[in-house]
């Protein structure tokens, strides 16, 4: 093959490293292997609005219970820490949390320092080529070994996919100022597939509401 097919001179240079485990050496990498009880999960979304109003959207921890599922209450308790709640029907868990990075626009990094979660961190934010918006990439890792299934039970998410939803309620709230749901509408019966369905992925798991 023609090295002229193998050139592309109107694509930007793809960098040696990148924060959240997302490069090396030119090359995109796979999320890391969970393994010793540790659940990793990496997701991206294209986001249109600034770095800096998605940095300190982010940053604004008391906020978060606007935007993350179950989580209730947030309490800053220092420059870098802060006390979580979270609530699924009677049960509760809290936990302490500490911020370890913080790039005002560019990368925050946090970790768990105490409590009933033991889960850290990272979220960056990059512009997309083009300028077609900003890339926020949350990389979470959740320390929880047995606990992992109870965890589950409790929060009725697997908690990949609560990181995922998370990100899908940021995006939106970012982007219009609210979170669009579908729970409450009125629908079909689903049959036995749709009930599956419903259970495999949390639907009931109530979407937060868009305001603090």
Do not use: C
């Amino acid at each position: 093959m023609s090295s002229a097919l193998k050139e592309k001179p109107y694509a930007e240079e793809v960098p040696n490293n990148s924060p959240a485990s997302v490069i090396l050496n030119g090359r995109y990498l796979p999320p890391p292997e969970d393994k010793e009880g540790r659940l990793w999960v990496r997701t991206s979304a294209l986001i249109q609005a600034s770095a800096d109003d998605l940095y300190a959207m982010w940053r604004n921890v008391e906020a978060a219970p606007g935007w993350q599922e179950q989580i209730t209450h947030v309490t800053v308790t220092g420059e870098r820490t802060s006390h979580w709640v979270m609530q699924a029907g009677e049960k509760t868990i809290e936990w302490d949390s500490e911020i370890l990075a913080d790039e005002p626009g560019r990368r925050i990094a946090w970790r768990s320092i105490g409590g009933d979660s033991d889960n850290a961190g990272e979220v960056i934010f990059e512009e997309a080529p083009g300028g077609r918006g900003i890339v926020v990439t949350v990389l979470q890792a959740f320390h929880m070994g047995k606990l992992a299934s109870a965890w589950e039970t409790f929060t009725g998410r697997n908690p990949k996919q609560a990181v995922i939803e998370n990100l899908r309620h940021f995006k939106a709230l970012a982007e219009t100022g609210e979170i669009p749901r579908t729970q409450g509408q009125p629908h079909e019966d689903r049959g036995f597939i749709g009930k599956i369905k419903a259970s495999t992925y949390g639907e009931k798991v109530p979407t937060p509401s868009g305001s603090n």
